[in-house]
Each structure stands twice: as structure tokens, then as C-alpha cells.
């Protein structure tokens, strides 16, 4: 008779608890059909302090709408030659703060039985030769699951080809302020200000205000290596000390990251039995780097076809064709001249409703809104792109 293999100790792992992880599991709790699947989280870290925020644009509720910091009904877009506020009618712009997201989600699955925590990090995560995964953590512990889950961020300097892809960052440092008088509108993001020098990259800053004295303010690039941080933290000083009645202030809280922009191909599993999760499978959109909203849709795709047939979907993240093209084009005139960013922005506000706009973002729109979204901007840097697609590398700065 054949030997049979030895039951396996979960039916899905969980490999990282930040926001993919996490938001992986909230959607499996709130599965009914799933409740009587048990589920390993490996995270090394107690997540117990508010590392990061996330914003987002939604016009539709979302399961974590109790625990949104802040949200907006206008952005406003300023660039030399173009300046507004715009109402974002349907659509709001939301902030949630980690601390917030790791402890709401804590709580929902703190009376779930079918949910296990392991601290600890993932050395090896292996298929099993006949079904199913093992992980082996550093400290020697061993697991097995039907089914795992990936989120650990993708190691992009090991896997680099520059010949062939392009890899920018989204880098930024942010001051979250007090100031003593009234300085800020609390209705209006700051969502792109690029009216400072260029520096033939794209420079903005970022400015979320939660009151008329309080406010997250920010100096954002896209471009391929970072700054200095002095550099950035004189970008974000003149800018306050450029606002009427911000001459005095206090810092209370400080935000820098490096998100990574590319159009490098990161796959959405490996194999039959792991599936990857947030950036290791591209849920960081490339050419903005958001990612809260599209991470929350990958979850609940997921989820949705394991209660369906008890699988992952043959296609796990849905992505289409179009909108990836589009993210390397911008990709690549970024790193050819990051300074055309603010002309490309400037004519999508100037010329779209920001209600097409952020479908667009979003990779809702019909062929028609795609059409009439490439319409709206100077078509001359796209179609040096499209040259270098073609040719099948990217272009560089002459």
C-alpha cells in the first residue's frame, strides 16, 4: 500500500504580518466559509508602535473605514501655469495610521481560534514534493500548510536587470508639525505641490492637514537613487517657512521611506502552493506607489476563490495588459526626464475630471477613458516610450 503523507499543521501560512499579511487574514476572519481553516502568522515583529500611515482614494465604503485618521473631500494640484482645488465629488481621501490598522485587525481576529501567531522570520519556504509548503524559520522551527502566503518585500537589488527593466524609488522624509497659528486647510489635500525646482526629476511636496495647525507635510521624489537627508528636510523647512503664519512650529513626528517604482516582472506565485502577497507581487503600483487599496483588493480576490473552490484564483492578482504598459511608459520617461512628470500630471488635472482620473489610477477605466486619458497629455515623451518598449530597453538620459 502507498504511505501516506503526514497531515499537514495548517491549511494556509501566513509569511509576514505588516499590510498585505494582515490584510490577508482580516478578509480570510470575515469569511464564514472559511472558518474552520486554521491559519499560521509568522511575524517577527510586535507591530506595537505606528511605523507608516497609508492614504488612499475610494468612493465606495471600506472595511476599515471606523479606524480612517483623516479624510478629504478636495485635493488641490499646483504646478507653474496650473493651480486648483478641486472637489472630489464621489470619491474621498482617506489616511489610516498603522498602529490603528495593526490593532484593529488584531482585535478581529483575537477571538478566532482558527488564527495561530508564531514570532519569528521565514528562512526557507519550500514546496513539499507531493502538495502543500513547508517554512523553516531562523530559529530552526518547522511548519507545514496547504496553501502559503508571501509578503516578505522582494530583494529588487539581487534581482535587477537594468538592461531590460527600469527601477525608480518613490523616496520621501516627512514632518508631522504643530504650528502656533492657524496655517492649514483641514478640507483640502495638498496632493501634488511641484512648483518648487525640478532639478530634472520629479519633486513635490505632499501636504496632508488634519487641522488649521497640524499637518503631515512632505517633499517627494520619484527618481532613482535618494537624497541626503538634509536635503529633503531643507525642502520641507523653506516650504513652511514660505506659509503665512508658520514661522513657528513644532515637529512631532517624522515619516521617511523609499518605495520602490519598477516595471520589473514580480510574479504572483510560485508554483501551485505559494502564492505572493503586497509588494512582493506588485501591489505597489509602479508609477505611484500606492498600494493600501490594491492591497485590500488582492486580499479579497484571494479569499473569494478559496471559499469558492477551496484554491487560489489561476490568475491571483487580475492584473490587465493595458495599465502595465501604461506604468512602464511613465516609468520610463521618468527616468529618462523626471522634470516632464509635472507636465504630464499638469495636463491629466488640467484636462480629465479627477473622478477619470483616479478610475484610471485605479485601472477601472474603459478603453474609451483610456483613450481619452492619453488624448489629454503631450504625446511626444510617450512615444519615445513606446520606442524604447519596443526595442526592449530602457531609454536614458542624453
Known amino acids: 500500500m502507498p504511505v501516506s503523507s503526514p497531515p499537514l499543521d495548517f491549511d494556509y ?31 517577527p515583529e510586535a507591530k506595537d508602535q505606528n511605523d507608516r500611515t497609508w492614504s488612499f482614494w475610494t468612493d465606495a465604503p471600506t472595511p476599515f473605514d471606523g479606524i480612517v485618521a483623516h479624510e478629504w473631500r478636495k485635493i488641490a494640484f499646483r ?72 509578503s516578505r518585500p522582494p530583494d529588487l537589488r539581487q534581482l535587477q536587470q537594468p538592461q531590460k527593466h527600469r527601477y525608480l524609488l518613490q523616496h520621501f522624509v516627512g514632518w508631522e508639525v504643530e504650528t502656533d497659528h492657524d496655517v492649514f486647510d ?72 523609499a518605495i520602490p517604482m519598477t516595471d520589473h516582472p514580480l510574479p504572483a506565485r510560485v508554483g501551485s502552493h505559494i502564492i505572493n502577497l503586497g509588494t512582493r507581487s506588485g501591489r505597489a503600483k509602479p508609477s505611484t506607489g500606492y498600494a493600501f487599496k490594491r492591497i485590500q483588493q488582492h486580499s479579497a480576490r484571494l479569499v ?45 488635472f488640467a484636462h480629465n475630471p479627477v473622478e477619470r482620473i483616479f478610475r484610471f489610477l485605479d485601472e477601472q477605466t474603459s478603453w474609451a477613458d483610456n483613450l481619452r486619458i492619453m488624448n489629454s497629455v503631450e504625446p511626444g515623451p510617450f512615444m519615445q516610450s513606446i520606442a524604447h518598449v519596443l526595442r526592449g530597453r530602457p531609454g536614458s538620459r542624453k
Open 13 to 43: 501560512l501566513i509569511v509576514g504580518g505588516g499590510a498585505a499579511g494582515l490584510s490577508l487574514a482580516y478578509h480570510v476572519a470575515q469569511e464564514p466559509r472559511l472558518a474552520n481553516k486554521k491559519v499560521l502568522i509568522l511575524e
Open 79 to 150: 504646478s507653474p501655469g496650473f493651480d486648483r482645488v478641486i472637489d472630489l465629488g464621489c470619491y474621498r481621501y482617506k489616511t489610516i495610521n498603522g498602529l490603528d490598522y495593526y490593532r484593529h485587525v488584531r482585535r478581529a481576529l483575537a477571538d478566532k481560534p482558527q488564527f495561530t501567531w508564531v514570532p519569528g522570520y521565514a528562512s526557507s519556504l519550500q514546496p513539499l514534493p507531493k502538495s502543500g509548503v513547508k517554512v523553516i524559520t531562523t530559529a530552526g522551527e518547522e511548519f507545514t500548510a496547504c496553501y502559503a502566503f508571501d
Open 304 to 348: 473569494a476563490a478559496l471559499a469558492a473552490t477551496g484554491r487560489p484564483p489561476a490568475d491571483p492578482t487580475g492584473d490587465k495588459w493595458q495599465f502595465r504598459l501604461f506604468d512602464t511608459l511613465l516609468l520610463d520617461i521618468m527616468k529618462r526626464r523626471g522634470e516632464l512628470t509635472r507636465d504630464i500630471f499638469r495636463d491629466l
Open 186 to 257: 483641514p478640507g483640502v489635500v495638498e496632493f501634488m505641490d511641484f512648483r518648487g525646482e525640478q532639478h530634472h526629476e520629479a519633486r513635490f511636496m505632499y501636504v496632508l492637514p488634519f487641522t488649521p495647525r497640524k499637518a503631515l507635510v512632505e517633499y517627494t521624489l520619484f527618481s532613482e537613487k535618494t537624497l541626503p537627508k538634509a536635503e529633503y528636510e531643507t525642502a520641507v523647512r523653506e516650504y513652511l517657512e514660505a506659509l503665512s503664519g508658520a514661522d513657528s512650529y513644532r515637529i512631532t513626528a517624522e515619516e521617511v521611506g
